[in-house]
């Protein structure tokens, strides 16, 4: 079933001179419990497209749609609403709340959305990102890894239609790094998430199902991987 679907999008920044695509007229569909590796060199585009995909920013033109909705042509508060329930956000460096500890950094959302919290699903996140002993801990009592692992927790927590990895082992060592790849392949197959990951490593997008390959904001190849 499809969850995701992309068609024609386009992302123009500056005019005149300055003028510059990011993103020229990309098209492609994602099945739900797909994962996704997107590749390509700095400058490529695949930042723009992840934020694009996210929420976080606004196409030049062209349409997102999730689970069949139009994701922009909602208006701010329903994109807020959207970024907050429908996807769930992997960042390089973490993002984690200082001043929290790691069971309210990944409880935040519901929090934020003024749900409940199913406790169950919450032991059964912490359990399997090994994180029983560090509950109570702040993010800078954790290693690099560890916040890595309470940032895909808070990412998951929502069960989010969507989750979107910007490089997500990009700030860790060669073992956490694997770590974390591990973690998302199981959340990928445990929990059937759908996980789209922007990358440089060529070795880790081979990790996922699928790599499509972006250059100069165009789509240059779009392939399964081969396992």
Do not use: C, W
């Amino acid at each position: 079933m499809e969850i995701l679907k992309v068609e024609k999008l386009t992302k123009v920044y500056g005019k005149g001179e300055t003028k510059v695509t990011a993103l020229d007229h990309l098209s492609f569909s994602v099945e739900k419990g797909e994962f996704v590796a997107i590749v390509g060199a700095s400058g490529s585009g695949k930042s723009t497209l992840l934020h694009l995909l996210g929420g976080v920013d606004r196409p030049t033109s062209g349409k997102i749609f999730v689970e069949g909705e139009d994701v922009y042509k909602l208006n701010e508060t329903s994109l807020a609403i959207f970024r907050r329930r429908q996807v769930g956000l992997i960042y390089q460096f973490y993002n984690l709340i200082p001043i929290l500890n790691v069971k309210e950094n990944i409880t935040l959302p519901i929090l934020l959305d003024n749900k409940k919290v199913d406790e169950v699903y919450l032991k059964e996140i912490i359990e399997t990102l090994g994180l029983q002993n560090r509950v109570k801990h702040l993010p800078n009592e954790l290693s690099g890894g560890q916040q890595q692992r309470v940032s895909i927790g808070r990412a998951l927590m929502n069960r989010p239609s969507i989750l979107l990895a910007d490089e997500p082992t990009g700030n860790l060592d060669s073992k956490a790094s694997k770590e974390i790849m591990d973690l998302l392949k199981l959340s990928n197959k445990k929990y059937g998430q759908t996980i789209i990951m922007i990358t440089h490593d060529h070795n880790l997008a081979l990790t996922a199902d699928r790599i499509i390959t972006i250059e100069d904001g165009s789509i240059i190849s779009d392939e399964k991987v081969t396992k």
